[in-house]
């Protein structure tokens, strides 16, 4: 059985999540997103690897969290208000959504992943050194690959907004 | 005590909640927000199962999936900005051509 404070912090991530898709302002939702994101940093933690937690707290609520905002205040017009949803749609939404939750559910169940022997967290927890360790011998060229996915990404986010009819007047200019 | 059970029955209505998001939002920014959770419940589960199985690889795993989630919504939103410029609008479903 859980205890307390997972079924918290299940309660805080699942109903931000639901809170971030449904509330009518955006900016809210940007909000709730970011706190959702603050609940799966918690599991982290409940699951003794506090090292990604951090990692999760710095990427999501402190960069992602803060671009979805910027964002928001970018677009901000009527567009952001106008929901203009239809009812069969939504409905036809949370019928997929039953029945993701009732399949994933029975695949599991029917996997034996309930099965008492195994479902029970009975080692001990990964040290962050292990992490370390991994990280600079075996991982290390596909850190050295993210970072250049993640410089690749920040260029063609600049590349993607960048004014061209700005940037010819000042050409002119010059 | 926590199961692993219980994690990933958490992840599993994450996962939903992100594809409910998908197919009935229109609105661009709130399917980023959707794609986000749904990736926010597979690392969940690797994080889950990385200490079930004593494992420090799914962590390594979950590390890099956090890093490719930002790359992608860094794109996404410059994305959105830029048809947001071109159609004055977030509705998917006005994005009807593809030519700039």
Redesign the interface.
């Known amino acids: 059985m859980a205890d307390a404070l997972f079924v918290g912090v299940a309660i805080l991530t699942v109903g931000s999540a639901i809170v971030a898709l449904e509330t009518r302002e955006l900016v809210y939702g940007a909000i709730a997103l970011a706190i959702s994101m603050m609940g799966i940093a918690g599991f982290f933690l409940i699951l003794d690897s506090p090292f990604v937690a951090m990692f999760q707290i710095t990427v999501y609520v402190g960069a992602v969290a803060v671009l979805v905002i910027f964002t928001v205040m970018l677009v901000r017009t009527q567009a952001l208000f106008s929901i203009k949803e239809d009812h069969r749609r939504k409905v036809a939404g949370i019928v997929l959504l039953l029945v993701f939750v009732g399949g994933i559910s029975a695949l599991v169940l029917a996997s034996g992943l309930n099965n008492p022997a195994f479902t029970k967290f009975n080692t001990p927890a990964i040290d962050v050194a292990a992490i370390g360790k991994q990280m600079v011998t075996y991982y290390a060229p596909v850190l050295i690959l993210l970072g250049l996915t993640l410089a690749a990404s920040v260029i063609g986010a600049l590349a993607l907004a960048r004014r061209e009819d700005i940037e010819q007047k000042n050409e002119r200019v010059d | 005590?926590?199961?692993?059970?219980?994690?990933?029955?958490?992840a599993?209505?994450?996962?939903?909640?992100?594809?409910?998001?998908l197919?009935?939002?229109?609105?661009a920014?709130?399917m980023?927000?959707?794609i986000?959770?749904i990736a926010?419940a597979a690392?969940?589960n690797l994080?889950?199962f990385?200490?079930?199985?004593?494992?420090?690889?799914g962590?390594?795993f979950?590390?890099?999936s956090?890093?490719?989630?930002?790359?992608?919504?860094?794109?996404g939103?410059?994305?959105?900005?830029?048809a947001?410029r071109l159609y004055?609008?977030?509705?998917v479903e006005e994005f009807r051509s593809m030519k700039g």
């Open positions: 005590m926590n199961e692993l059970i219980d994690f990933v029955a958490v599993v209505v994450l996962f939903a909640i992100g594809i409910y998001g197919v009935v939002k229109r609105n920014i709130r980023i927000f959707s986000e959770i926010n690392n969940l994080i889950a990385s200490r079930n199985l004593h494992n420090a690889q962590q390594m979950a590390l890099f956090i890093a490719i989630a930002a790359a992608e919504v860094a794109v939103l410059g994305i959105i900005i830029i947001y004055k609008e977030i509705d």
